[in-house]
């Protein structure tokens, strides 16, 4: 069975400071794909990245950035100098690769508060 | 290009009243269908998801239904609300491939 988890409740940080949210998985598929949503207060869900398990390269976009560790079943996300705009919950997830499911399994996500 | 559409965006309803919420996918064809559910304060839950038209699996054992009487189309539905019915639902696509899936705007569901 597939799990995720992110073990940070809830992150308050003030703007302008570095924020790191961890994100921890577990599957026995060796052909997966993770990902990080953001969900700001109006609660729809916004797409930040996806990442397949062959593909262990950081990945840099502005302020964001990605670190996947297939050695640690990790894949941490860091806001740098962080903005108000920020503030959202954020939820990392895995999807199985094969099968006709593939449906997402979600964390419980990391509420992060920017404070001004 | 392709769009989803969920609505009603809010909702109240009472107890043991019924529970229809639509979805619609438009621009794709023969798409992954899901609905998941969020409580307040937790994460997003599957609760079902279809892969053609008539075909519904259940994650989780519950009060709820669906249903994909067209391809594009995905209801979600109750004969009875309960309490702890009340949450945000989300529907969501896929083209079939785990390369990404699109959210609709999501119904926030209050039973009282």
């Known amino acids: 069975a597939q799990k995720v988890t992110q073990a940070q409740t809830e992150i308050s940080v003030v703007e302008k400071e570095d924020v790191t949210l961890d994100c921890v998985y577990e599957t026995r598929d060796t052909t997966y794909y993770l990902f990080w949503y953001k969900q700001p207060p109006s609660g729809e869900l916004v797409f930040l990245i996806r990442?397949?398990?062959?593909?262990?390269q950081n990945e840099i976009s502005g302020r964001y950035s990605w670190n996947f560790q297939k050695s640690t079943s990790s894949f941490n996300f860091t806001i740098t100098a962080s903005q108000v705009v920020d503030s959202a919950v954020y939820f990392c997830a895995l999807s199985e690769a094969r099968g006709g499911r593939r449906a997402l399994t979600f964390g419980s996500g990391t509420r992060l508060q920017v404070q001004p | 290009s392709q769009t989803i559409h969920q609505w009603p965006a809010t909702l109240v309803q009472p107890v043991g009243s019924p529970l229809s919420l639509e979805c619609t996918v438009e621009?794709?064809?023969?798409?992954?269908l899901y609905w998941y559910r969020q409580a307040a304060g937790r994460g997003l839950q599957l609760l079902f998801y279809s892969v053609g038209i008539g075909q519904i699996s259940s994650e989780v054992p519950q009060n709820l239904s669906a249903s994909r009487p067209q391809d594009r189309q995905f209801i979600l539905s109750s004969k009875k609300l309960l309490l702890s019915d009340s949450g945000f639902y989300l529907c969501?696509?896929?083209?079939?491939?785990?390369?990404?899936?699109?959210f609709g705007s999501g119904t926030r569901l209050t039973v009282v």
């Open positions: 969501a696509w896929s083209s079939g491939g785990p390369y990404g899936y699109t």
């Open positions: 990442r397949n398990s062959f593909d262990e």
């Open positions: 621009g794709t064809s023969n798409p992954n």
